[in-house]
């Protein structure tokens, strides 16, 4: 997948929604997205270091570039929330992103039309990139964007692992988080061109607490409210209880669904076929052995009960998520899912000899570097982090300004090591700098 004189460039969690409709020039009250300016100048100082330094960049996108959840069902046709069972839905989501987005698109497509590679890697909020049609037509945007249609021959869509022998694994990040885990990623409903895709109970709690926030604040003027106070307020006002019954209701039968779908995913027979029949072909094609990738399908099993146990212990603890300032701490004693994860897949991979110094994941909006050995420079697990806002109107987050963080890899002919560092974009100097307290 990658050159030796390769430079890997990784960011992740941009949740691009509608943006600002480019007919009233109204932002929509979903966005946290707001930096699609710094973004443009971020590639765009790429494009111009490879010219004036003589190296290759490669752009990773690691998963939650768009956010389909978060288009609203008046934007496209029908699907508001959810995962849409039909093409047509998911598209006209991608066109009203793009429109709301104009210069990320457009940055992208002078990024691939200057020569360097576009992988994208979908999350749990763009899961429909996915179906051939949706990817098609993300690939004809980029493409577009840029001036050129050849570029689209440089853009590629990665379902699940991004794996470069002897350097690095990367994915997303979902399939270890419990509420976002899809139980069959790769499976039927995911892949074809019409069907549902099942989606994840934290897609239905997305949906749930977005239908709770405009029903207490229609207008949307108030501060954005995460889980812990719309539920307060909902309990602290009876008569809203009862208007937004139906809402808990539909969130009921959404637990249950997942009850239902996670026992029938969980059955041996039912996880064996998946697993011969769809992951054994998928690893030939990545590079990766079988029995590790269905060691690491292994990895993500997590139950219902596990699931509604772990929920019960936290409930909702954040009132938003928001991008994060790094931290560099052994593993020992403060893993969470993802560094678990990622000591666990570097173990698996070992066992089929195709261990990689790094790992890359997203989702968790935390940039982090985190040794997985204690004592030992690698393995190292890396987060990119993300670039949104999740505040009123794009307010930045209350702990600093915004933080623009990525993972770059380097690995150079003639050097033993490659060498890997968490940084962020100084929109406002133009640098690149090592994010603080990283360890980068």
Same mark, same amino acid.
């Given at each position: ?60 996108? +690691? ?33 009203? $992103? ?18 360097? +590679? ?36 440089? $853009? ?40 549902? $895709? ?26 954005? +409210? ?182 770059? $890899? ?31």
């Amino acid at each position: 997948m990658g050159g030796a004189d390769e430079t890997i460039i990784v960011v992740s969690d941009f949740h691009l929604a509608t943006g600002r409709d480019p007919r009233t020039g109204v932002v929509d009250r979903e966005e946290s997205f707001f930096h699609d300016e710094a973004f443009t100048r971020f590639l765009d100082d790429l494009i111009r270091r490879a010219a004036t330094e003589q190296r290759r960049f490669r752009l990773l996108i +690691l998963g939650d570039l768009l956010d389909f959840l978060r288009v609203r069902a008046e934007s496209a046709d029908g699907a508001g929330g959810q995962p849409s069972a039909q093409d047509r839905t998911t598209l006209a989501k991608l066109e009203w $992103i793009a429109a709301g987005h104009p210069h990320v698109f457009e940055a992208l497509g002078r990024f691939v039309a200057a020569g360097f +590679l576009l992988d994208v890697v979908p999350g749990n909020h763009d899961i429909e990139l996915l179906r051939p049609a949706v990817q098609a037509r993300f690939v004809e945007i980029v493409a577009r964007s840029g001036g050129g249609s050849r570029a689209a021959s440089a $853009i590629t869509v990665h379902p699940w692992i991004f794996y470069v022998p002897g350097l690095l694994y990367a994915e997303h990040g979902q399939q270890y988080h419990d509420v976002n885990a899809f139980p069959a990623l790769l499976g039927p409903g995911s892949t074809q061109q019409s069907g549902q $895709i099942e989606p994840p109970l934290g897609s239905h709690l997305e949906t749930y607490l977005r239908s709770l926030r405009e029903a207490i604040d229609p207008a949307g003027g108030e501060k954005r +409210l995460g889980g812990r106070s719309l539920l307060q307020a909902v309990r602290e006002r009876p008569s809203l209880m009862l208007r937004t019954a139906p809402l808990h209701a539909r969130f009921a039968a959404a637990v249950l669904g997942e009850m239902s779908k996670r026992s029938r995913f969980g059955r041996p027979t039912v996880r064996a076929a998946y697993r011969d029949e769809v992951l054994r072909p998928y690893a030939a094609v990545i590079g990766l052995d079988p029995d590790a990738v269905a060691a690491i399908d292994r990895l993500s099993a997590i139950s219902f009960w596990q699931m509604t146990t772990r929920l019960a212990r936290r409930a909702v603890t954040r009132s938003g998520v928001r991008g994060g300032r790094g931290t560099d701490r052994p593993l020992v004693g403060s893993a969470t899912y993802l560094h678990r994860a990622a000591l666990g897949i570097h173990r698996v991979l070992e066992v089929s000899r195709q261990e990689v110094p790094f790992y890359v994941f997203g989702h968790a909006h935390r940039a982090e570097r985190v040794p997985l050995v204690l004592g030992a420079a690698v393995p190292v697990y890396l987060n990119s982090g993300s670039w949104t806002t999740f505040g009123p109107r794009g307010a930045a987050p209350d702990d600093g300004p915004p933080c623009f963080t990525y993972v770059k $890899i380097a690995h150079q002919s003639g050097t033993a090591i490659p060498s890997a560092h968490v940084l962020l974009w100084n929109d406002a100097t133009g640098r690149h700098e090592p994010l603080p307290s990283a360890g980068s």
